[in-house]
């Protein structure tokens, strides 16, 4: 089992429409989560930092559900800018010590006019 | 200027050449990573330094080298090139203590 799972889609959805993605989690002593935007032939960029009581930042809500091993992105009201690839990713410690960042492997967004 | 900026963006070479993939960075952090991204396999660590002298190595080492010249360069080296080295690269740095990571723009490594 892959150490962080996301459906690759694509999404396509069209602007105005609510979207929401999933990404789960296989190890427990995950501590702490992200979503990162790249956009196609760019670098990753942080979108947001997922929270435990879950966080929103205007039109984006993160969700992270521990006993289910998940994290959730809400987009609402979609714009056409918003079409990228989400990368969910999930730091845990290990037992050198080094606090390892595991990245999915996204999920494309296509929102059309 | 980028914070964190990667030379060359693109390059084709030869199965067999030693390739080097620069990264250097203007926001002062200590700590930095090489990535690489193939499709459908997302991005995966290949060596990490949390400081000048300090030399880590990620899951997907075999085949590559790194120098910390500086605080704010940490170059990758593909001592003799093979194609499934075919990848886009990216460095980043981050800041001892926080989750963030700052990316470069990439660089587009093509061996044929």
């Known amino acids: 089992r892959k150490e962080v799972e996301q459906d690759p889609g694509p999404f396509n959805v069209p602007e105005g429409a609510t979207v929401a993605f999933n990404c789960t989690y296989s190890n427990s002593a995950s501590q702490s989560f992200f979503w990162y935007r790249q956009d196609c032939r760019k670098e990753p960029k942080l979108l947001m930092s997922?929270?435990?009581s879950g966080n929103e930042d205007g039109r984006f809500t993160a969700q992270l559900n521990r006993a289910s091993q998940y994290i959730s992105l809400l987009i609402r009201d979609s714009k056409l800018s918003d079409s990228a690839t989400y990368l969910c990713?999930?730091?845990?410690?290990?037992?050198?010590?080094?606090?390892?960042?595991?990245f999915g492997t996204g999920t494309r967004l296509l929102v059309s006019p | 200027d980028a914070d964190v900026t990667q030379t060359p963006r693109n390059r084709i070479t030869k199965t067999g050449k030693r390739i080097m993939l620069e990264c250097s960075q203007t926001?002062?952090?200590?700590?930095m990573y090489w990535y690489r991204q193939d499709p459908g396999l997302g991005l995966r660590l290949i060596y990490y330094s949390f400081d000048v002298k300090d030399i880590n190595k990620g899951e997907i080492s075999d085949g590559y080298s790194v120098s910390r010249q500086a605080q704010a360069k940490f170059s990758l080296s593909l001592e003799s090139a093979i194609p499934n080295q075919t990848a886009l690269y990216f460095c980043a740095t981050a800041v001892t203590g926080a989750n963030v990571l700052t990316f470069g723009a990439g660089s587009r490594l093509t061996v044929l």
């Open positions: 926001k002062g952090h200590d700590r």
């Open positions: 997922v929270y435990s």
């Open positions: 990713v999930v730091k845990f410690g290990m037992n050198t010590g080094f606090q390892k960042l595991v």
